[in-house]
């Protein structure tokens, strides 16, 4: 069984550029959650998706940030316009209902320049 | 609001001594779990332990859970080398909506050869 996916592992941007992540989550599971984890502090919520509805997204910093889940599916997370304070590594997790362990993926590294 | 802050935030020992990590959270829990991290990974789930089990064990590891302290402990006994990662407790709300797993700042742990 695949795990969880993430694409790109890093990606180095200047400020003001758009970049968009991509997370495959385990196939058939429900629950999607975005993390971040900036210079080695807290991991950070962002949003959790069930199915292709937004359950909670009280952890996006902005409206630069923008995440789908198309058709329930993959979930993708795009930063439009990048600044500095975004760089941090970005996890996606997975989980197949709740409560219940969450399976992630090994997290996007983003750099702003 | 935070949930899940660990103690301490970095810790250093031999191979072989036990490691022991802490975990306070804020707000009532259907079940807290603890995950590892490898530098440059994604997290790795370790063990979960419900609301209604004091004391949980998986190989090397010993989990205690004090709801009325909101607060548990993660320990590792006959530390190696591989060991040595950033491990950090997350907490899943105890409500009959959907809410978001949250993850503290973790601790940081070196074990020396």
């Known amino acids: 069984e695949a795990g969880v996916t993430q694409f790109p592992s890093h990606s180095v941007i200047e400020k003001g550029q758009t970049v968009t992540l991509r997370c495959d989550p385990i196939s058939g599971h429900d629950n999607l959650y975005w993390y971040r984890r900036v210079m080695g502090k807290e991991i950070k919520f962002l949003l959790h998706f069930v199915k292709e509805s937004k359950q909670d997204e009280s952890g996006m910093p902005n409206n630069r940030f923008l995440a789908e889940r198309t058709g329930g599916t993959y979930s993708t997370l795009k930063v439009q316009p990048a600044e500095l304070e975004d760089s941090g590594v970005y996890f996606c997790a997975s989980k197949a209902s709740r409560p219940g362990e969450l399976f992630f993926g090994e997290g996007s590294r983003l750099t702003v320049l | 609001s935070q949930q899940g802050e660990e103690d301490p935030q970095a810790l250093s020992i031999q191979e072989g001594e036990n490691a022991t990590m802490n975990c306070s959270y804020k707000?009532?829990?259907?079940?807290l779990q603890w995950y590892r991290q490898n530098s440059g990974r994604g997290l790795v789930h370790l063990i979960l332990i419900r609301s209604n089990e004091r004391e949980k064990h998986s190989g090397r590891l010993r989990v205690t859970l004090d709801t009325s302290k909101k607060s548990s402990s993660l320990l590792i006994t006959a530390s190696r080398a591989a060991d040595t990662a950033s491990y950090f407790c997350a907490t899943d709300p105890n409500s009959g909506g959907y809410q978001k797993v949250t993850f503290g700042t973790g601790t940081k742990l070196q074990v020396i050869p």
């Open positions: 707000t009532s829990i259907n079940n």
